[in-house]
DNA sequence: GAAAAATGACACCATGATGGTATCATTTAC
DNA sequence: GTAAATGATACCATCATGGTGTCATTTTTC
């Protein structure tokens, strides 16, 4: 069971490896060359962080990737939304097929809670709360 | 994301069923009828459920299984652990390859934290505590 | 102007986990 | 003896994930 995609950890990577460096513009191969991560998929990634406006894009030769957003407002459940989706422990497996029982299922109401729980607390982690962890 | 196995979640269904009829007999059939799961998956369920000591078998006509563990010592967390392993929203995803930074790695500190909050709550609910929850 | 180095936009593939089925042997009530 | 159950497994389909590859376009540099 893993809370974190790949694509997910990538991500903080390259916004961890790009936070301090804000306003130089990084490659592709700069995160290659210092992170060692799969490059097509870091590829992938990043454009992906583009789309969601955590970074802006620069084409051609020594063009890359900008860091547009305050590390601080970069939060790792928004990260996490953007590459595995919507966060939901407590969805219903079944959709109208077995339960019906929507409103008893003990069960989907205590994931719920849990959930609440989980998500609160990663709102709470940011980039830059990250940097600072790492000390 | 979803935090339950639908197996977990077939498990739970039958273990709240069968734990008002404690000390009778329940067979895949019974379960068939009256909670309408795809039965073969549900038989091998069940007998999971044997092999960890939640059920006894009765074997041969008119056989079936019966409830051995109070539900009050049921808990979600070991049910979990049973149908889809250990519970770890912490563990590195590289296996030594990309980090190195074991001490350091700001991610996976706080993922571990919040690992532990889930499995603090995960341990607290019980097959008898979703029974009352039903209410 | 041409080559090099970058992104944009996709299509594609491999693998593993999950959900689910099927089969055969054995046991036991009637 | 037959029906109805479990024991034990082998098998299959689907999907999400991780990862690669390609072609077009842009832009710097010479």
Redesign the pocket.
């Known amino acids: 069971?893993?809370l974190l995609?790949?694509?997910t950890d990538y991500a903080v990577r390259a916004l961890l490896y790009m936070a301090p460096k804000r306003g130089e513009v990084v490659?592709?191969?700069d995160l290659d060359r210092d992170l060692k991560l799969?490059?097509?998929?870091m590829?992938?990634i990043?454009?992906v962080l583009?789309?969601q406006g955590y970074l802006s894009?620069?084409?051609?030769?020594?063009?890359?990737?900008r860091l547009l957003m305050a590390p601080g407002k970069i939060r790792l459940i928004d990260l996490m939304r953007a590459f595995?989706?919507e966060i939901s422990l407590g969805d219903c497996?079944f959709k109208k097929k077995v339960c019906g029982c929507v409103k008893t299922c003990p069960l989907r109401h205590e994931i719920k809670d849990l959930e609440s729980v989980v998500l609160g607390r990663l709102s709470n982690i940011t980039i830059s709360r990250l940097m600072q962890g790492a000390s």
């Open positions: 069971m893993h995609a790949r694509s490659s592709t191969s799969p490059r097509p998929f590829r992938r990043l454009q583009q789309k894009s620069v084409k051609g030769h020594k063009g890359g990737f595995q989706g497996l």
